[in-house]
Antibody, heavy 120, light 106 residues
C-alpha cells in the first residue's frame, strides 16, 4: 500500500525549532518529487515547499524561505522539514504529499498530517 | 506569484443537485490545474489533474473543464459523501498556490 506518514510535530515556543519527518512506503520514493503543504486551524491549504527526486532542486514559499529547510534521504525513504525561528503563524497541520510522475503534476498521495503548535 | 480565486466560497446544495465550482488564475497556467476534496480532520484527496483528467478511483460524477484562465469543477449529482471543501491548485510555477477553498454544505 502506498503510504506517507508524518511525525515530529508538537508544541514549541516562538523562536524555537522542530523537524518533521515523512516516512514513505509502498512506492519507489527516490523517483518522486515531494511537497509540504500546511493548513492553519480553520483555514485553507497553503503550499510550503517541494524537493525534486534527488534533492538537487528545491523551492519554498516566501513565508518560510530562510527559516525552513526541506531535505530527503532516499536510502531511508524519508522526507524532512527542518523548521527554525518558528512563529505563531506557523501553527498548522503539516502534510507531506507526493507529486505525480506526470506533467503537469498533481499531489496524488498525502499523509495524515502532523500538528505543529507555536506558542509560549 | 500566481493567485487562484475560487467562487463561491461556500455553497448550499442538496443530494442529487448538480453543482459547479469555479477557479480563476491570475495569469495563464495552461492546464496546470488540480482539484482536491477535503473533509474535516482529514488529508486532502486528489480528484482532478491537468485541468480535466479524473484521478483513478474518483467517481465519474466528478468532471472538470478549462476556459482560458477559468477552471470549473462539476459534480453532476451530489451524493452525501460529496459534502466537503474543495480546493484548486496551480502547478505551473512555484509557489504552487491553492485557491481559498469552496465549502459545499447541505
Amino acid at each position: 500500500e502506498v503510504q506517507l506518514v508524518e511525525s515530529g510535530g508538537g508544541l514549541v515556543q516562538p523562536g524555537g525549532s522542530l523537524r518533521l519527518s515523512c516516512a514513505a512506503s509502498g512506492f519507489t520514493f527516490s523517483s518522486y518529487w515531494m511537497h509540504w503543504v500546511r493548513q492553519a486551524p480553520g483555514k485553507g491549504l497553503v503550499w510550503v515547499s517541494r524537493i525534486n527526486s534527488d534533492g538537487s532542486s528545491i523551492s519554498y514559499a516566501d513565508s518560510v524561505k530562510g527559516r525552513f529547510t526541506v531535505s530527503r534521504d532516499n536510502a531511508k525513504n524519508t522526507l524532512y522539514l527542518q523548521m527554525n525561528s518558528l512563529r505563531a503563524e506557523d501553527t498548522a497541520v503539516y502534510f507531506c504529499a507526493r507529486g505525480q510522475q506526470l506533467v503537469p503534476p498533481g499531489l496524488d498521495v498525502w499523509g495524515p498530517g502532523a500538528t505543529v503548535t507555536v506558542s509560549s | 506569484d500566481i493567485q487562484m480565486t475560487q467562487s463561491p466560497s461556500s455553497l448550499s446544495a442538496s443530494v442529487g443537485d448538480r453543482v459547479t465550482i469555479t477557479c480563476r488564475a491570475s495569469q495563464s497556467i495552461s492546464t496546470y490545474l488540480n482539484w482536491y476534496q477535503q473533509k474535516p480532520g482529514k488529508a486532502p484527496k486528489f480528484l482532478i489533474y491537468a485541468a480535466s483528467n479524473l484521478q483513478s478511483g474518483v467517481p465519474s460524477r466528478f468532471s472538470a473543464s478549462r476556459s482560458g484562465t477559468d477552471f470549473i469543477l462539476t459534480i453532476s449529482s451530489l451524493q452525501p459523501e460529496d459534502f466537503a471543501t474543495y480546493y484548486c491548485q496551480q502547478s505551473y510555477s512555484t509557489p504552487h498556490t491553492f485557491g481559498q477553498g469552496t465549502k459545499l454544505e447541505i
